[in-house]
Structures are given as structure tokens and as C-alpha cells.
């Protein structure tokens, strides 16, 4: 598959852009096809997807970048997702299921997994506040089995009491 713009798969996301009156600029198209490029589970950063834009030649700002993933998230086009890192990540919003992530606190590894029972419970707890839900989003924090096994090394305890 080439990156053709006129690609079918975006048309519904043109169409729902379209409707609630926003235009579909080349960097917002170019934004939602560097999402659809990548390989499944893969959440950029903000900052990921300026040096991607760049290394395409485009000119957009790191500020209009911020702006874009906002605005789009917001249209329900991709998930913001916040892993407790400190910045946020960002992926395409599929129609098909939704998944949802568990993350380890030690070494950010990040696994996707999908789950019906949380799904219904966003959209019925959505319901019950007369929400429109646009996206229901659960995580799991914890240690995964690699860190639980080997503590990460580079955070030695050096509480000396006589230094
Ligand atoms: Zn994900
Ligand atoms: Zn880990």
C-alpha cells in the first residue's frame, strides 16, 4: 500500500473531520497517515511525531504538532493516552476494538490488551452521566515479570548515613 491521501480507509475520518467543520489540511492528513503507517501498538509522542514530520521534509511547528494531536483527539480521530510518564502518547483511534493498556512502572513497557467487560462498562457508566462516550480508556499500573525478576540496576539504594 502506498501513501496515496486518497486512500478509501480515510474517508470516514475526512467525512467526520468534515462535519463538525474543520478542514482537512495537508498536516492534519499527513498526521493521521504517519498514525496509520505504524506498526500495531506503537504510541508516539508528541515529540516522536515532530522529528517524523521533519524527516519528511514538512515545516510544521512543534507547537502546531501539540496543537494537531490535541485537536484530533478531540474528534475522537486518535487516543490521547497518558502513561504517568510525564508527557503523553498518542495512537490512532480504531473503530474495530478498543483495547486498552497495562504498563510496567519500572521499565514503561507498555501491553496492549482487550477486554469487552471494560469496554461496556466506559460506554455504560458514560450513559448514566448522558455522555456521549467517544473513548473509554482503563490502565493497569504495575512491575512486569523482566523487572519483577531483576530490579533495575542504576538505582542503587545510597541512603549512607555517614557519607
Ligand atoms: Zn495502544
Ligand atoms: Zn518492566
Known amino acids: 500500500m ?16 468534515r462535519k463538525r467543520g474543520h478542514r482537512i489540511t495537508a498536516q492534519r492528513e499527513i498526521i493521521l497517515q504517519i498514525f ?3 506498526p500495531h501498538g506503537t ?5 516522536e511525531l515532530y522529528s517524523n514530520l521533519l524527516g519528511r521534509g514538512s515545516t510544521v511547528s512543534l507547537a502546531t504538532t501539540y496543537r494537531t494531536l490535541k485537536l484530533l483527539s478531540t474528534l475522537g480521530l486518535l487516543r490521547e493516552l497518558d502513561f504517568a ?8 483511534k480504531q473503530d474495530k476494538v478498543p483495547h486498552q493498556h497495562i504498563i510496567c512502572i519500572s521499565c514503561n513497557t507498555t501491553i496492549e490488551f482487550e477486554d469487552h467487560f ?13 455522555f456521549e462516550v467517544i473513548d473509554a480508556q482503563f490502565k493497569i499500573f504495575g512491575t512486569c515479570p523482566a523487572c519483577k ?7 542503587t539504594m545510597r541512603h ?4
Not at 2 to 17: A, C, F, I, Q
Not at 149 to 155: D, E, I, K, V
Not at 160 to 163: L, Q
Request: charged content about 30%; cysteine-free.
Open 36 to 38: 496509520r503507517e505504524q
Open 149 to 155: 525478576a531483576s530490579p533495575p540496576t542504576g538505582r
Open 118 to 130: 471494560l469496554e461496556e462498562a466506559g460506554q455504560k457508566i458514560g450513559a448514566r452521566y448522558n
Open 85 to 92: 510518564e510525564g508527557h503523553k502518547h498518542y495512537e490512532l
Open 2 to 17: 502506498t501513501g496515496d491521501p486518497h486512500d478509501e480507509h480515510l474517508e470516514p475520518v475526512y467525512e467526520s473531520l
Open 43 to 47: 504510541h508516539l509522542s508528541a515529540e
Open 160 to 163: 549512607n548515613k555517614n557519607p
